[in-house]
């Protein structure tokens, strides 16, 4: 019996592996593409990073009158500390091309229009994610800095390292331009019929927790840029709802 098993099992696993064959070699094109579109966006950030370096240091030195300088420990950490900003600015960049992969890889059966629901897929998803890195630089980024920075007195010199500081700005951006995102998955998920808008207005309360343990964990545990990051998804999953419930009834009307 474990032998005819064997034997039927074989060929039901070579069709299986034979059905997703195609699927598997779609993925690997499309995140071959994105890699592609990340490296190359990192090169041109490279070309320029002196000046990207300089505006992300910018709001440090504004936050306090007793830092005027980075400084950096070994040989090394500063050519590694701009590679590494080049290729999170080059992460960032090619953020809509991700997306569009994405989108075109689990959408299926789109047909002719395809192309136009996956610019607005992507021009959405781009604008919130633009929304949330803006948000992150110029309203949370200075408060952080400025709440740090407080702990700065003539018995504690502030000597801020040049690639932790820039990996921080860069995680930061990073980070909120991701959150913002949440409206954005809220009603690809209602329009896929995952969930609906009653069950985020239901399960509000568990979700806004999740919110805050979310914020809490992608701020590694800063307690002003978990404040900072929760009020403005509170608003956001809000809109989310509203957003889930239009679209939704949109497509119940048309169905």
């Not at 592996?17 to 779609?26: C, D, K, Q, S, T």
């Not at 709001?59 to 040989?75: D, M």
């Not at 960032?92 to 994405?102: E, F, R």
């Not at 009653?198 to 509000?204: I, L, M, S």
Request: glycine letters at 6%; proline letters at 5%; a positive charge.
């Amino acid at each position: 019996m474990s032998g005819y098993n064997l034997q039927t099992s074989i060929p039901l696993l070579e069709r299986s592996l034979a059905l997703f064959r195609p699927h598997h070699l779609e993925l690997r094109r499309r995140v071959i593409k994105v890699m592609l579109t990340v490296l190359l966006a990192s090169v041109v950030a490279y070309l320029f990073i002196e000046k990207i370096a300089a505006f992300c240091i910018a709001p440090l030195f504004a936050a306090s009158p007793l830092v005027y300088r980075l400084v950096y420990t070994n040989l090394p950490e500063a050519f590694v500390a701009y590679l590494k900003l080049a290729f999170l600015v080059g992460v960032i960049g090619a953020m809509p091309v991700a997306i569009y992969q994405l989108w075109m890889f689990v959408a299926p059966g789109l047909k002719k229009s395809e192309k136009r629901l996956a610019l607005v897929v992507v021009f959405w998803a781009m604008l919130l994610f633009s929304g949330g890195a803006v948000f992150a630089f110029f309203v949370v980024l200075p408060k952080m800095l400025v709440y740090f920075m407080s702990y700065a007195s003539d018995h504690l010199e502030p000597l801020p390292k040049l690639g932790l500081y820039l990996t921080f700005v860069a995680r930061t951006i990073l980070t909120f331009g991701i959150a913002f995102q949440i409206p954005f998955l809220m009603v690809m998920s209602g329009k896929a019929g995952f969930i609906t808008a009653a069950t985020f207005r239901k399960r509000r309360t568990p979700f806004y927790v999740a919110i805050v343990v979310l914020s809490f964990l992608l701020t590694a545990g800063d307690p002003v840029a978990t404040v900072l990051l929760a009020i403005p998804l509170f608003l956001l999953y809000e809109a989310g709802i509203f957003l889930t419930g239009l679209f939704s009834g949109k497509k119940s009307s048309a169905a």
